[in-house]
């Protein structure tokens, strides 16, 4: 708790985040060589799915981190309501269009897997009805920000929104449990282990995990143009400030003493 | 990795989809955060200039 109190410091932030980008960045590239490695060489076709489970190597890191950036957003949304934390607003914001993105490209990823296992691009089906909801208020989140021009306001505003949203997360993981759906069970976070072979799974834990990386990579820089908005937002209502003074000044001694 | 099979348009599509939009998102996330740079150097510098001599 320390620790995130003295990053609520922007500057402190600005510091940190600097120093640590091209690490996270550089460590991502390495990962994701590693994994494509693995996930094109290395893992062997599937026995019904045949070549297709390559997608699984971009389709799941992908669902994962449309679903982890918004858990982000909702806790952010909380330390901005609750605590006011300074920075909570702004990771918040970055984070939105990072999420909407992998949110897409799980669309899309599934819907080119969709065609050759399925027989279609797209089905409502209830884990894909529900993650299409999920890009659909990522997007709604954007649109919001940018409707009301006064950060904190806005960030309110948001925040609301974001917790109201927040059902839909637990609604996409359980979709496969709860309803008879196309779309395949869980196979890697299942209570009794994972159900995908160790030469399957190695490269899809690293692509996760170099995806997330550079997801947070993106965040970082995001979150710290984010700042550098606020910072130019307040110097511009200071600038307006004392070029009005001068004026309102000038306009008292205009009128003299007699009032 | 041996061919991609009868599938390759699907497995590729996938694969060039993903680069699309992760490359779309990183030019605007970077050309965002060096126009936020200089319009800040902008300001930074004219404030400095006011309060100057």
Known sequence: MTFINQLANPTRFMALSGGLLPWIAGLSGILFIVGFYGAFFSAPADYQQGETIRIMYIHVPAAWLAMFFYSLMTVSAIGALVWRHPLAEVAQKAAAPIGASFALICLLTGALWGRPMWGTYWVWDARLTSMLVLLLIYLAIMALWRTIDEPTQAGRAVSILTLVGFINIPIIKFSVDWWNTLHQPASVFRMDGPSIHPTMLWPLLVCAVAFSLFAVALHLVAMRTEIMRRRIRTLTILAADRAEQPGAQAGMMARGPAE | ?53
Do not use: C
């Open chain 2, 1 to 53: 990795m041996t061919a991609l099979g009868p599938h390759a348009f699907f497995i590729i599509g996938s694969y060039l989809a993903t680069f699309a939009v992760i490359a779309a998102l990183t030019i605007w996330i970077i050309a965002d955060n060096r126009a936020r740079k200089r319009e800040l150097a902008r300001l930074d510098h004219r404030q400095h200039g006011a309060d100057g001599p």
